[in-house]
C-alpha cells in the first residue's frame, strides 16, 4: 500500500486547509484510513481516522473544527481544518490499516501562522 498526501502549506489563525491522501496498491482490505500529526518536540498523535464502514474517530483537540471523510473512491480520504489554531502547525502523516499491517505517508507540513 503506498499514501501519497496532498494539501498542507502556510496558513493563518482561524484560516482552513484540505488535506487529501490517496492509497494505492494493494488496497483491498484497508479497513482504517485517517491522519496523524506531528509537531516538533512531541510524539505523533491521532488527529482523526475513517473506517471502511463510515465510523469516524477525531482527537478531543480537534472535534468541531476537522472533518475527515471519504472521497469517491474509497481510497481516498480528505480532512477539512477549519478555525485552525498555531498549536495545529505539525507535520501530517496519513495512515492506513490493512489487516494487521500499519501504512505511512510521507507527511504533509501544515503550518499556521499568527
Known amino acids: 500500500v503506498q499514501l501519497q498526501a496532498s494539501g498542507g502549506g502556510l496558513v493563518p489563525a482561524g484560516g482552513s486547509l484540505r488535506l487529501s491522501c490517496s492509497a494505492s496498491g494493494t488496497i483491498a482490505g484497508i479497513s482504517v484510513m485517517g491522519w496523524y500529526r506531528q509537531a516538533p518536540g512531541r510524539e505523533r498523535e491521532l488527529v482523526a481516522v475513517?473506517?471502511?464502514?463510515?465510523?469516524?474517530n477525531y482527537a478531543d483537540s480537534v472535534k468541531g473544527r476537522i472533518t475527515i471523510s471519504k472521497g469517491n473512491a474509497n481510497n481516498i480520504v480528505h480532512l477539512q481544518m477549519n478555525s485552525l489554531k498555531l498549536e495545529d502547525t505539525a507535520v501530517y502523516y496519513c495512515?492506513?490499516?490493512?489487516?494487521?499491517?500499519?501504512?505511512w505517508g510521507q507527511g504533509t507540513l501544515v503550518t499556521v501562522s499568527s
Open positions: 495512515n492506513a490499516k490493512r489487516f494487521r499491517d500499519m501504512y
Open positions: 475513517i473506517t471502511s464502514g463510515g465510523s469516524t
